[in-house]
């Protein structure tokens, strides 16, 4: 198993451009997270998805977007990127708590740099 | 807002020393604490979890500690070694999706 799969690893954007951070889980997790770090800071959740078709907003949504046609996948949409989004960005994803471990399993990270 | 917090923000430790990182935590409808450790350029992996119908569980070199009372929190490596340099972060999760981490403790390990 690949576990969990961030692209790009890293990005430089201009300011007003947009992008989308793919992520992809291979382990047949019900639940998917985007989280922010910014440096010498803890993870912020962006947003989160309890399952294809479901997604709901986290602690710090504003500027994002989410989507999850498929239990695999959960790409992160900037649409104007702003320099306050220069951050790392780590895609997560865990099993519910009935009969499974809840751990949450990151991805190596993307680090996004808007000027 | 509830959140999780670490008490020190840095820990310097002798190899071959224990070390012990602390965690307190606000939101009392909490049942269940993960540890995670992040090294640099690399996502957080996870360490070891303890749920709140226990006060202590141990792993490989680590032990955790929960005293729900004054919701306090503590990771204890044993014996710590050069690759335990990282940061530590404590982590609950108040129901089944949502996962809230604290700012994080580097640890750094001196020869």
């Known amino acids: 198993n690949a576990g969990v799969t961030q692209t790009p690893k890293f990005r430089i954007l201009k300011i007003g451009q947009s992008m989308t951070l793919q992520c992809a889980q291979d382990m047949n997790h019900n639940y998917m997270y985007w989280y922010r770090q910014d440096p010498g800071m803890g993870l912020k959740l962006i947003y989160y998805?309890?399952?294809?078709?479901?997604?709901d907003k986290g602690e710090v949504p504003n500027g994002y977007n989410v989507s999850r046609s498929t239990t695999e996948d959960f790409p992160l949409r900037l649409e104007l990127a702003a320099p306050s989004q220069t951050s790392v960005y780590f895609c997560?994803?865990?099993?519910?708590?009935?009969?499974?471990?809840?751990?949450?399993?990151f991805g190596q990270g993307t680090r996004l740099t808007v000027v | 807002g509830e959140s999780v917090g670490l008490h020190l923000p840095t820990l310097s430790v002798q190899e071959g020393d224990n070390s012990i990182i602390n965690c307190a935590y606000s939101?009392?409808?909490?049942?269940?604490f993960i540890w995670y450790k992040q090294e640099s350029g690399k996502g957080p992996q996870f360490i070891i979890d303890i749920r709140s119908n226990m006060d202590k569980r141990q792993g490989q070199r680590v032990t955790v500690l929960l005293n729900k009372t004054v919701k306090h929190l503590s990771l204890q490596i044993a014996a710590t070694q050069p690759g335990d340099s990282a940061v530590y972060f404590c982590?609950?999760?108040?129901?089944?999706?949502?996962?809230?981490f604290g700012a994080g403790t580097t640890v750094t390990v001196r020869a």
């Open positions: 982590a609950e999760k108040p129901n089944d999706y949502k996962l809230s």
């Open positions: 998805s309890v399952g294809a078709g479901i997604t």
């Open positions: 997560a994803s865990s099993s519910p708590r009935q009969g499974a471990t809840t751990e949450a399993f």
């Open positions: 939101n009392s409808a909490s049942d269940y």
